[in-house]
């Protein structure tokens, strides 16, 4: 998990398990606790005595002067004026080098930040592994159309999907059979866990053990109460699941990193309903495992084929998800127009501000430029002379 060590590299080495403003909490090595319990403390110094002027006996019980300080350490770090400078943007997940460590104190600050083995924007976490999709079999019920929109933003990470189904007390093993051949057609082998009985919980553990995974679902199946079975310190806030909406009430505020007992951190992110779809339309497609499977084997007759009613697509059939696929796709053209419509400065679309709005804005049409323009006092004179000339 954390790579480079001190003895290899001279540095200390941490992963930023949390940000809130221009702070950010950092997880250190275990090569940096044991750092710690070789370097003076801020109160040896105010005291002028350093701790081999002390003997090795008290150097033995530093660790009793930091109960505060756990191990492997956290320390609260600021960001070196330098990364502000160059642009360096510091993001949970990132593994990152402190300096100038003040154990007692709990504080240091971050010096460098190293290269990025993975970047997500939304959530904004580095160097996942994987993605933990939880969704819940019933209360709220399992909406098809809901499911395949998550997996698809899961899938154009690039990133390993694992699928969890919670609330598996709640329909029976007939039941529990048909929604796991549904999947499989998918291309997808749900786990079917319940927290609130304990089944299957530790099977899923085992999938997140020395990996950084990304929790993602919609509001109320279940992801801040597995969060607090999988790590009894997390303690997060629970919802409950709305009776009138049937939707899951927001519980999570912000991203932050839990460290597994087994090894390897855990994401909990802010939950939200329905992700936008923000790819690109040719790329939608590999998305969808069934469709990969079709395009492994075969090639449609044109190179940019969108798989709706060109001749000769490989990928068109009566797979489940075709209709999901369409609906996606038009998402997609819908979201790249818009943004080379903002692009392109001489587009049909302008970005109006309201005046009474408080700084919301939108976009309205443009009007025809050389149309409704206003004619200059200069146009409107030359052509009052040369009307003048036409008469004399």
Wanted: hydrophobic share 35%; proline share 5%; aromatic share 6%.
């Amino acid at each position: 998990m954390t790579g480079e060590n001190f003895a290899a590299t001279g540095q200390l080495l941490g992963t930023v398990v949390a940000v809130q403003a221009n702070f950010y909490r950092v997880q250190m090595d275990q090569e940096a606790g044991e750092q710690r319990s070789s370097t003076s403390s801020p109160f040896d110094f105010a005291q002028g005595k350093s701790l081999s002027d002390r003997g090795a006996e008290e150097k033995l019980n530093l660790n009793a002067l930091l109960p505060h300080c756990p191990s492997p350490p956290l320390l609260l770090c600021t960001r070196r004026t330098r990364l502000k400078k160059i642009g360096q943007q510091v993001m949970v997940g990132d593994r990152v080098v402190v300096e100038e460590p003040d154990w007692a104190g709990g504080r240091g600050a971050i010096a460098d930040v190293l290269p990025r083995q993975s970047e997500l924007d939304r959530p904004a976490i580095a160097n996942v592994n994987q993605i933990l999709l939880v969704f819940a079999v019933a209360d709220p019920p399992l909406e098809p159309y809901q499911l395949s929109r998550f997996l698809i933003k899961a899938e154009s990470t690039g990133l390993d999907v694992l699928l969890c189904l919670n609330k598996s007390d709640l329909i029976s093993q007939q039941e529990q059979q048909q929604v796991s051949d549904r999947l499989l057609g998918w291309g997808y082998q749900p786990i079917f866990i319940s927290v609130k009985d304990g089944i299957n919980t530790e099977q899923a553990a085992r999938y997140l053990s020395n990996k950084i995974t990304v929790i993602a679902g919609p509001s109320g199946v279940g992801k801040s109460s597995l969060i607090n079975t999988l790590i009894d310190s997390a303690k997060l806030r629970v919802g409950e699941v709305s009776g009138k909406l049937a939707r899951g009430r927001h519980t999570t505020r912000h991203i932050e990193l839990f460290e597994l007992p087994s090894g390897g951190l855990l994401a909990d992110t802010p939950g939200f309903n329905q992700p936008d779809m923000d790819c690109i339309p040719e790329e939608l497609i590999h998305y969808f495992p069934e469709a990969r499977k079709r395009l492994a084997v075969a090639s449609c007759r044109f190179s940019d084929c969108l798989h709706r009613d060109e001749p000769e697509c490989v990928v068109q059939g009566d797979w489940e998800r075709y209709e999901h696929y369409l609906e996606f796709l038009d998402a997609a053209i819908a979201h790249q127009t818009q943004l080379h419509q903002q692009a392109d400065p001489e587009s049909t679309m302008k970005l109006k501000s309201k005046s009474k709005g408080k700084g919301q804005s939108q976009y309205e049409p443009k009007l025809e430029s050389k149309k409704y323009r206003r004619i200059s006092r200069k146009t409107q004179l030359q052509d009052l002379q040369e009307l003048y000339r036409d008469e004399e």
